[in-house]
């Protein structure tokens, strides 16, 4: 992968001395996409989807292939099947909210959720659906008997993140499918950190939804992806209505328009999603199988590097090959806040500090959070390097 050649296709790193390491919260935008986004309000800044004049015709195009573009990006040919929304947190609540769940079903989640798949769950409660978690191991690694033992009868939905926000751990989802399905239930999968770092294909993995964000993969804020198998949108309720989502309305009756329209309420973030085709691109002109081996190959060097460091402890697995990108970490003595800040102030290394949207994991680990160092594309060995000596500087004058 010709990294030098990627990095300057980004303005950030071209305008920027910082080393940038939070692409686990979102991406940086490569010249590609904003030109994109520009185009539209300079050349065509208009309604899709209502109007027929020329302009918005336009913008009727561009928006349906980009919906093209995204479903074959993860393995379908049918871009009914996929829905915008304005990101995964609202893909994921669209499902919680729109499943026909009754008092007494159980839906199942992960002990490891970020709160985008868990908060939503506390409303359903309410109607009297019942919650269930099953366990992975202290460090977040996926354990299939326990995910067995917790899939009975009453399950209804199974909801799970591919890949952790905070361990960077890939659950296996085609199996986990199989399983759910077995008993009857649905599965609705988070893939928020699993679509920018590896091949996905939802019709392999047999998933009835996946959700996932497009500012975690070079597209700009405001856009987020929800497939559905086509009778899972069926049967799934929306979230909003309004303009757009109806075929005809009466005073006394309403007539939904079918999926994808009937979940995409009002006016679009058309430039969003117009320049998302020109992300999609980007990905798919690298390989995903590239960018996932790249983001191993970081992972290593960054592992190489802190086993020198005894006062570093890894949230996580030991292993870099199963980190998904991901480096979440604690120095011994000092706050991770405290850590992010003196990151930036002693190298420009950006990285995250906290719980990381992901509190009960944390809680029931008894873990105040972490540090969170990841990787994107456009990251290489120097970027590494410097990471790593800014935080020795740091652990050598601080940390006891």
């Known amino acids: 992968m010709d ?15 910082s080393v940038y390491l939070d692409n686990a919260c979102q991406s940086l935008k ?4 904003i030109r994109k986004m520009v185009e539209y309000y300079e050349e065509y800044p208009s309604c899709g ?3 027929v004049h020329s302009m918005a015709t336009r913008v009727s195009t561009e928006v349906d292939e980009t919906r093209e573009k995204m479903a074959c990006f993860v393995g379908s040919d049918d871009p009914a099947s996929f829905v915008f929304t304005k990101n995964a947190t609202e ?4 499902v919680a909210l729109g499943l026909d769940l009754k008092p007494g079903d159980v839906v199942l989640t992960s ?9 939503q769950w506390f409303r359903v409660r309410d109607r009297g659906v019942k919650r269930r978690f099953f366990r992975t191991s202290e460090r977040g690694e996926f354990d299939m008997e326990a995910y067995k033992e917790a899939v009975t009868r009453d399950v209804k939905a199974v909801s799970v993140t591919q890949t952790s926000n905070v361990t960077g751990v890939t659950f296996p989802i085609k199996e986990m499918a199989e399983i759910a399905h077995d008993a009857g239930a649905v599965i609705s999968v988070d893939g928020a950190q699993a679509a920018p770092h590896m091949p996905v294909d939802v019709i392999d993995l047999d998933v009835d939804f996946y959700s996932a964000s497009m500012h975690k993969m070079l597209a700009p804020t405001g856009v987020g992806m929800l497939y559905g198998k086509e009778e899972a949108l069926r049967a799934l309720r929306p979230l909003m209505y309004g303009g757009g989502t109806v075929g005809l309305t009466t005073y006394e009756s309403v007539k939904t328009s079918p999926a994808p329209e009937k979940f995409e309420a ?9 320049a998302t085709s020109a992300a999609l691109d980007y990905l798919s ?8 081996a790249h983001g191993t190959y970081l992972q290593r060097l960054m592992q190489k590097g802190i086993d020198d ?11 870099p090959a199963s980190r998904g990108g991901i480096l979440s970490f604690n120095v011994r003595g000092l706050d991770p806040h405290d850590v992010a800040v003196m990151m930036d102030s002693v190298g420009q290394v950006l990285v995250r500090s906290g719980m990381h949207c992901a509190h009960p994991f944390f809680e029931s680990r008894k873990l105040k959070g972490s540090v969170r160092a990841s990787t994107y594309i456009y990251n290489d060995s120097s970027d590494i390097e410097r990471f790593l000596a800014t935080l020795k500087k740091i652990v050598g004058a601080f940390s006891k």
């Open 266 to 274: 009002g006016l679009l973030n058309y430039s969003g999603i117009i």
């Open 49 to 51: 989807g209502r109007s």
């Open 30 to 33: 490569p010249d590609q996409v």
């Open 91 to 94: 893909s994921l609540n669209t």
């Open 3 to 17: 990294v030098s050649g990627i990095r300057a296709d980004f303005p950030s790193l071209r305008n920027n001395s």
């Open 309 to 319: 460091i005894p006062q570093i402890s890894v949230v996580g697995p030991e292993d």
């Open 111 to 119: 002990d490891a959720e970020h709160n985008s798949n868990h908060v």
């Open 285 to 292: 002109g690298i390989g995903m199988r590239e960018v996932e």
